[in-house]
Nanobody, 116 residues
Framework: QVQLVESGGGLVQPGGSLRLSCAAS????????MGWYRQAPGKQRELVAT???????NYANSLKGRFTISRDNAKNTAYLQMNSLNPEDTAVYFC??????????WGQGTQVTVSS
């Protein structure tokens, strides 16, 4: 079992930045990758970015250059740095953890609201 706890969401003005954190606990060694997904009201959940235990990253094309995913294996924590935020980035952001057997764990989500 893996537990994922997100933090760092909140209200930010357009053009601002936020950093989300996802702390993993439990069977950490089973995780191949960690990632971030988001779901806006009335929309499907979509990929933001993923990072493997070896540091290989993958981003949604539309977010490259503004969002950066990183991972501190010593702290079992993944981060999402979000810059130049705009109202279209408003969503619930979910942390995910995928095991080597391709099982996905999910956090409870953290709300990000971009508004003036």
């Amino acid at each position: 079992q893996v537990q994922l706890v997100e933090s760092g969401g909140g209200l930010v003005q357009p053009g601002g930045s936020l950093r989300l954190s996802c702390a993993a606990s439990g069977s950490i060694a089973s995780l191949y990758s960690m990632g971030w997904y988001r779901q806006a009201p009335g929309k499907q959940r979509e990929l933001v970015a993923t990072i493997t235990s070896g540091g290989i990253t993958n981003y949604a094309n539309s977010l490259k250059g503004r969002f950066t995913i990183s991972r501190d294996n010593a702290k079992n924590t993944a981060y999402l740095q979000m810059n130049s935020l705009n109202p279209e980035d408003t969503a619930v952001y979910f942390c995910s953890g995928r095991t080597y057997s391709r099982y996905d764990y999910w956090g409870q989500g953290t709300q990000v609201t971009v508004s003036s």
